[in-house]
């Protein structure tokens, strides 16, 4: 007769790659029910876009059956419970909000709402919790991309976000006429910033992602200065004007104490669809380049496809695009993030807690 203790001492020989303890220690084991010679494992882990629930069911099976003989099926359920940023001192909390995420660029024209839009509508679609905060107040392009349009409402307390593809959404684009130009000085920048972080009713998020505008301004530094941010993630083109203005917003980052989860490349090539042939329209190797020299992680490439641009005007993320190979390269970035994102949790929680 299979024993419950029996398979749960088998599965502290199974080690989560990435966060280099074993499942039984990190508490991921759930459950485990025995039904005959059959038995199911549930396993809680750190972030539902998890890319690594396939190597974690190779590894149960293997332990499994190397060591219980007549074993029967073998089940791996997977829930998740992403775990909480460690807080900032003298930061105020987002209520609701476990990571925050910036997004930033040290210029504009290179693809960072797209970038950030897709992050959040691939979390979402991977069962994480998402909001978007459109951060950008003299550019706000994530309600166009997103494809939602509307007013919030408030409930007395807190302002009702908008919602589309399972993302809760905030910009200044609702609110405002759409032709206006805003002419703002920066206190009055600070206050609708602060508004729409604090006075939102985000609910209950795994990840907030803000979408910076780009550069190092008074958007930047308030966000960077007042929030406990998780971490930034810069985007970049390949070529070297694009690094040149990105290492200032690395150094801003480091300088306010903000982590950096990575650097996304963006346009990293153009591939023709009739023939095949790359052409490195912007130059090669700027992310690698960059990360190396910060020391940091290339999270992903993004090539540029007639896609983005085509669904990015119609307000459907590309990320939605199931089975196509952008859609592929942008749900393993989210990937890669999430996972990034839960090991420093966990490296925080073991050296602070």
């Avoid at 069911?57 to 190397?66: A, F, L, M």
């Avoid at 998740?80 to 105020?92: A, D, F, I, R």
């Avoid at 509307?150 to 589309?164: M, V």
């Avoid at 200032?248 to 090539?269: C, D, R, T």
Wanted: charged share 25%; hydrophobic share 40%; net charge neutral.
């Amino acid at each position: 007769m299979i024993k419950k203790e029996e398979i749960i001492k088998l599965l502290s020989k199974v080690d989560d790659p990435e966060l280099k303890k074993d499942l039984v220690s990190l508490k991921m084991v759930k459950d485990v029910e025995i039904k005959g010679n059959d038995i199911k494992v549930i396993i809680t882990l750190t972030t539902p876009a998890c890319p690594l629930k396939h190597v974690f069911t190779r590894d149960i099976e293997k332990v499994i059956r190397e060591n219980i003989k007549d074993v029967g099926k073998i089940e791996v359920e997977f829930d998740s419970n992403v775990k909480k940023s460690k807080g900032v001192p003298g930061k105020e909390e987002i209520p609701g909000v476990k990571n925050s995420i910036a997004i930033t660029s040290g210029k504009g024209g290179v693809g960072k709402s797209t970038v950030s839009v897709n992050l959040a509508v691939s979390l979402s679609m991977s069962g994480a919790k998402v909001g978007i905060c459109d951060c950008d107040i003299y550019g706000p392009n994530v309600p166009m991309m997103m494809g939602v349009d509307g007013r919030p409402y408030t409930d007395g307390k807190k302002i009702i976000p908008l919602e589309k593809h399972g993302v809760k959404v905030m910009s200044i684009d609702f609110l405002v006429d759409k032709n206006a130009p805003l002419i703002w000085r920066g206190p009055m920048l600070h206050g609708i910033i602060r508004q729409f972080l604090y006075d939102v009713d985000w609910g209950e998020l795994d990840y907030l992602i803000l979408d910076l505008p780009p550069g190092t301004g008074d958007a930047q530094l308030t966000i960077a200065q007042s929030l406990p941010l998780m971490g930034g993630i810069v985007v970049s083109t390949p070529q070297e004007v694009s690094l040149h203005d990105v290492r200032k917003a690395i150094m801003m980052f480091k300088k306010l104490n903000v982590p950096i989860i990575g650097i996304i490349e963006n346009m990293s090539y153009f591939e023709c669809p009739q023939c095949g042939r790359k052409s490195y329209l912007f130059g090669k190797g700027g992310g690698e380049k960059l990360s190396k020299e910060f020391n940091t992680e290339l999270l992903g490439k993004i090539p540029i496809y007639e896609d983005i641009r085509e669904l990015g005007d119609i307000g459907k993320p590309p990320v939605l695009e199931e089975g196509k190979e952008i859609s592929k390269i942008l749900m393993e970035i989210s990937q890669k993030i999430a996972a990034k994102i839960s090991v420093m949790n966990y490296e925080d929680e073991t050296t602070f807690n």
